[in-house]
């Protein structure tokens, strides 16, 4: 059981549609990371968000993090074909260890 | 980008062989990260170290050790590689941790494919 659960693992959809992933745990976190992976590439930040209930919004993504610091999202409106990609949430509960989600697979078809 | 470089970027090798993986860096940051990469698993981390002869391990460290004799370089090893240890494997480095006014942003290398047959 890995600590940060991300629903779900696989989105397709069409060009325009909007979509909601979810990045859960039952541990709390300081801050929770929001990470992009493109084929063949590194994951790369797009996000941290620090405190409860915040809401954070990059061009047509919102993130925002739970009240109680266990969950976060990620909400992309129109989608894009640009959008495709691996998206990853990240935290680290105690010390220095980062932990992961499992990832969600982004397909949008133009 | 960040001064990440891991090298081999591909490798195979057969059961029972050793193995290391370097990561250099460039910019000089505290924290080195090793993260192997499967399928439905996300990034699962292996070791991390703190600084100079410091490391310790991840959630997943079975079979490998780590090693970071000079801020710039982490050595992970695989003293008998199996075929449940091929994956993808990625470096990260960190300047400061989460919390407070640093947003102990992770920046990785371009991945090390290993499979062993």
Same mark, same amino acid.
């Given at each position: %059981? ?5 629903s779900?693992q ?6 325009g549609?909007?979509?909601?992933v979810?990045?859960? /745990? /039952?541990?709390?976190? /300081? /801050?929770? =990371? ?5 084929? @063949? ?8 968000? *620090?405190?409860?209930?915040?809401? !954070?919004?990059? !061009? ?9 610091? !266990? ?12 959008? %495709? ?11 220095? =260890?980062?932990?992961? @989600?499992t990832? %969600?697979?982004? %397909? *949008?078809?133009? | 980008?960040? &001064? ?5 970027r591909?490798?195979?090798? #057969?059961?029972g ?11 000089n ?13 996300g990034?699962r ?10 490391? $310790?391990? &991840? #959630?997943?460290?079975d ?6 004799s000079?801020? #710039? $370089?982490?050595?992970?090893?695989? #003293?008998?590689a ?5 994956s ?5 480095i ?15 290398g ?8």
């Amino acid at each position: %059981t890995q600590l940060l659960e991300q629903s779900p693992q696989f989105l397709s959809i069409q060009e325009g549609e909007n979509l909601t992933v979810y990045c859960n /745990s /039952s541990s709390v976190f /300081s /801050s929770l =990371q929001w990470y992009r992976q493109e084929p @063949g590439e590194g994951p790369v930040l797009l996000v941290t968000v *620090v405190t409860g209930g915040e809401v !954070k919004k990059l !061009k047509r993504l919102t993130f925002q993090f739970g009240d109680a610091r !266990k969950d976060s999202s990620l909400h992309i409106t129109a989608a894009q074909p640009g959008d %495709t990609g691996l998206y990853l949430c990240a935290g680290a509960p105690t010390g220095n =260890q980062f932990y992961f @989600g499992t990832g %969600t697979s982004l %397909t *949008v078809i133009p | 980008d960040a &001064g990440i470089t891991q090298s081999p970027r591909h490798k195979v090798t #057969e059961t029972g062989t050793p193995v290391t993986l370097r990561c250099h860096q460039t910019e000089n940051h505290r924290y080195m990260y090793w993260y192997r990469q499967d399928p439905g698993h996300g990034l699962r981390l292996i070791h991390y170290s703190y600084g100079v002869k410091d490391t $310790d391990k &991840g #959630e997943v460290s079975d079979g490998y050790s780590v090693s970071r004799s000079k801020t #710039e $370089d982490f050595l992970l090893t695989l #003293e008998s590689a199996t075929s449940s240890q091929t994956s993808v494997y990625f470096c990260a480095i960190s300047e400061s941790l989460a919390g407070g006014s640093n947003t102990g942003e992770l920046f990785f290398g371009e991945g090390s494919r290993l499979t062993v047959l």
